[in-house]
């Protein structure tokens, strides 16, 4: 998921569970403060009360009865006032139960004695509790309301926000992580943000593509130059060994040895013209202005090969459109890039085997050749490996100097052909190259 | 044939005229641009062999000069480079041949023979083998008058072997011969022992091979 899709998820995920906390809480809070206010103007009332009891006696009240009371007509409210004969001075509020007019009502009720010439009353004012239940839900109501509105309001900030935030991550990650082609060669502008973490971020990336474009050109100028230097040294030694070895009072065993030296020299030799090889298409040496049929290059290369065919006599199957072309290519590095792979094919596989060479168009721009033998194939575990440079494969002790597959491997590169390798221990290998067609 | 050779790697140079000398040319040597046009404009020269990384500049630049002293030569680029674009420069400014470093002096030589061959309008006979006869301009093989079919790698070995007479060749050299510089890293020289047991069995068939010698350990042989 992205960045800022998990930020908004959780932004609004909180800013609910806050709002669902409120309002559940509602009614309680609501509980609170209209007792709050009621217990409030009840003390309002009662100071009214004896106000006016100490302006115009208490008979105002009493108007000679023993005991005063009245209430509204629905019985929200009552008042009541009657001689006290308790000495304790009582002066609470306490939600209690009171008969009046032969309805039991939940009162509210504040209670409060007073000494008035020389006699105690009691007063008692009451409010129903259900008026007080009366603003739970249109309180609750609105609030949800209005919280709504100002959840979504604040949601849409949040949205404007994050995504002008996030805008420089998601312009990093377009311009220096994805699709990425090895070595870097344009270099991306600085990305313009406020953002430190983000400014850091992209710094960082840009030292880090420029430190390890650095590195591989040290490499490929290394690659390219120790290779080429070597050539001179090797001619030396060749042709005094060709000198030597043409020498007609040398006896057996030196032209032997010396045979054997040849031997040696020319793997060196194959080596270095490998790597510099390598080096040549890593660095764009070759015009890519070919245009030819697969079907027709793989005939070409089976002519060349075909007496080792022969030797272990495998069968070779080869099923390929005749009518594909592929442009803008190289023809001498494709004949080595289907040379080396048939050629491994060949020699990994088990005598009286077969290889299969099938291609399949998948779509418009998308052409696949895939080549298939029933060789001693490629553990698992070297699978990954088996492009690398030097990496000898424990395959019995006919293995190569370990630069067939990585020369396929820059061929294949430079020619935007993508190689998909599966293999099966002593089964044998599939090898599919994705070409894209112009 | 008279050969120059201008090459500043001296060992190399040395090695080359050793060898060309037993092949019967005669060898001088310059190791510089300037020693090689000064030799170029006293001297008139068959063949002239020259290495592009000179100590006073690039071997290319001499070509042209040379070739205004010396129009009728062979000229044969050695370099390490083998880039196409040096190849090309080199054809271009009108050298007959390009042979990348490292190379084997026989591949030198039969270069050469090719190239003299070509160049210097040597008639081409047919040439003897034993009982047979080669026509190395049209690639083919008589026994009596009658040609004898040889695959296009069998015949290259053959006249290979034949154009290095009495020489051992390595399996290792037949190979480069044939397959060349680009093929493979790692071929098998089996496939010349293979090449070489058809070549037998196919000219057996009409007369004996005997001038077709295994050295053991070391190759073959084309005894004259």
Redesign the interface.
Known sequence: MKLSAKLILFITSSKLAVVLLFVISLPFLVNGIVSEYISYSLRLQQDKVIRIIHKNGINYYLQGDNNYGSYTMLKEEYIALEPSTANTRIDTIKTAKRLVERDTLNYRILMHTFNYEGKNYLLEIGKTTSSINQYNKPLQRLALYVLMGLIALSLLFDLLFTRALIRPLGKIIKSKLIDRKFPFKNHPAPIRTSTYDFKYLDESLILLMEQINEAFEKEREFTANASHELMTPISILQNKMENLIGDEQLNEEAVVKIADMMKTLDRLKKISRSLLLISRIENEQFAKSDSLKPAALIREVLDEISHRLEEKNLDISVQLNDQVLLKGVNHDLLFQLFYNLINNAIKYNVPAGNITITDQEISQNSYLITIQDTGIGIAAEELPFIFDRFRKANLKENVGYGLGLSIVKSIAAYHNITIKVSSTLQKGSTFKLYFKLK | MKVLIVED?K??AY??E??LK?AFYICDLAHNISDGLEKISANSYDFILLDLGLPDGDGLTLLPKAKKHNPDAAYIILT??????DRIAGLDLGADDYL???????ELQSRMQAIARRKFNLKEELLPLGDFKLDLQKRLIFFNGQQIELSR?EFDILSYLFLHSN??L?R??LS?HI?G??????Y?S??ID??IKNIRKKLNAWAATNFLET?????YRIKK
Not at chain 2, 80 to 85: D, H, I, K, S
Not at chain 2, 215 to 219: E, K, L, M, N, S
């Open positions: 790697e060992t190399l090695e080359m050793d060898f037993k390490a480079r083998g880039n196409l674009e990348p470093k490292p190379f084997s002096l026989l790698k020489r051992v390595t290792m050299q480069e397959w510089t680009f093929a493979d890293d790692d098998d089996n496939y293979a090449h050295v053991r350990g070391v190759g």
